[in-house]
């Protein structure tokens, strides 16, 4: 099992920043990714970034070039970065780790942290 604690969430005005930080525990040798999705009111869950176990990181178009995901290993925690943040940012962010167990792939989610961002 993996657990994942989020922190970091909160309310900002338009062009602030926040950072989110993502804990994980338990099997951490099993994760194969971790990263953030997000989910706004009446709209379904997407991908914000990842970032895989050998460093590649991926983001959204939405979010390139204002967010930035980042690693701890010694701390087992990922980071997101978000600059420049704007009303459509709004939404719950979700951490999320996809793990490799007894041979399935298993995904991970944290209870969620809400940002909002004010215009």
């Known amino acids: 099992q993996v657990q994942l604690v989020e922190s970091g969430g909160g309310l900002v005005q338009a062009g602030g920043s926040l950072r989110l930080s993502c804990a994980a525990s338990?099997?951490?040798?099993?994760?194969?990714?971790m990263g953030w999705y997000r989910q706004a009111p009446g709209k379904q869950r997407e991908l914000v970034a990842f970032?895989?176990?050998?460093?590649?990181?991926n983001y959204a178009d939405s979010v390139k070039g204002r967010f930035t995901l980042a690693r701890d290993n010694a701390k087992n925690t990922v980071y997101l970065q978000m600059n420049s943040l704007r009303p459509e940012d709004t939404a719950a962010y979700y951490c999320n780790a996809a793990a490799l167990i007894g041979g399935s792939r298993i995904s991970y989610w944290g209870q969620g942290t809400q940002v909002t961002v004010s215009s």
């Open positions: 338990g099997i951490i040798s099993r994760i194969n990714a």
């Open positions: 970032i895989t176990s050998g460093g590649d990181t």
